[in-house]
């Protein structure tokens, strides 16, 4: 079957950096998104990687491994205005994306 | 420029009713898609349109039906609602179907309550 995971939830201090991680199994792959969705918003776009290695756009990178069927998302110099929930999606052989649950990234002072 | 509109933005509905959701999209996308997304379940996939006059079922479509007569809209509609069917609902589109860096754009979403 199709899986993603990622934690459910993660605090970290503002101005630190924090690591999210998501684990996928897909039937084939056509890449690795990441969305961003504040409290009662929805999903915007992130970050997409296809071929292994690291994407960095800012504050944000994110990194894939294909062989391990792994992927994270690196936030540096945390902000309050960070706190969201950050989606994990992997796109399947049929360009379809099956989503991860979310993880809840709450920032404290 | 608008995006992606939904609505109505919620609504409280009875079950055996019958609902339509409304998307619409200005930005000539090809793709457009509807998902549903529930607390501690990732957003799943119920009805997806590559181009206007295709649909195809995705990962939970019993229940729902959509139509895609040209390329702006693409309703949902609930032919008789049940309380399972309470969720957030939420429109999407994409400009390359089919390819892998297509990203897609979401609309505000509607809440919908089946009593």
């Known amino acids: 079957g199709q899986n993603i995971d990622q934690p459910t939830e993660m605090t970290a201090t503002e101005g630190a950096i924090v690591q999210i991680n998501c684990t996928y199994q897909?039937?084939?792959?056509?890449?690795l998104f990441w969305y961003q969705q504040h409290a009662g918003e929805a999903p915007t776009f992130l970050s997409y990687?296809?071929l292994d290695g690291l994407e960095e756009k800012g504050r944000f990178s994110s990194f894939l491994s294909r062989s391990k069927g792994y992927s994270y998302l690196l936030l540096k110099e945390l902000q309050m205005k960070d706190s969201a929930s950050y989606l994990c999606?992997?796109?399947?052989?049929?360009?379809?994306?099956?989503w991860g649950a979310g993880t809840k990234l709450i920032i404290k002072p | 420029i608008a995006g992606i509109t939904q609505a109505p933005t919620s609504q409280i509905l009875a079950a055996g009713r019958r609902m339509t959701l409304r998307c619409t999209q200005d930005?000539?996308?090809?793709?457009m898609y509807w998902y549903r997304q529930d607390l501690g379940l990732g957003l799943r996939l119920i009805h997806y349109?590559?181009?206007?006059?295709?649909?195809g079922k995705g990962e939970v479509p019993d229940g729902y039906s959509v139509s895609r007569a040209n390329t702006d809209d693409f309703p949902l509609t609930l032919a008789s609602a049940v309380p399972s069917q309470t969720s957030v609902y939420f429109c999407?589109?994409?400009?390359?179907?089919?390819?892998?860096?297509?990203?897609?754009?979401f609309g505000p979403g509607t809440r919908l309550t089946v009593l």
């Open positions: 999606a992997a796109m399947d052989s049929n360009y379809q994306l099956i």
């Open positions: 897909t039937s084939g792959f056509n890449g």
């Open positions: 999407a589109s994409s400009d390359r179907p089919g390819q892998g860096a297509n990203e897609q754009f």
């Open positions: 930005m000539r996308h090809n793709a």
């Open positions: 349109s590559n181009t206007a006059g295709t649909t």
């Open positions: 990687n296809v």
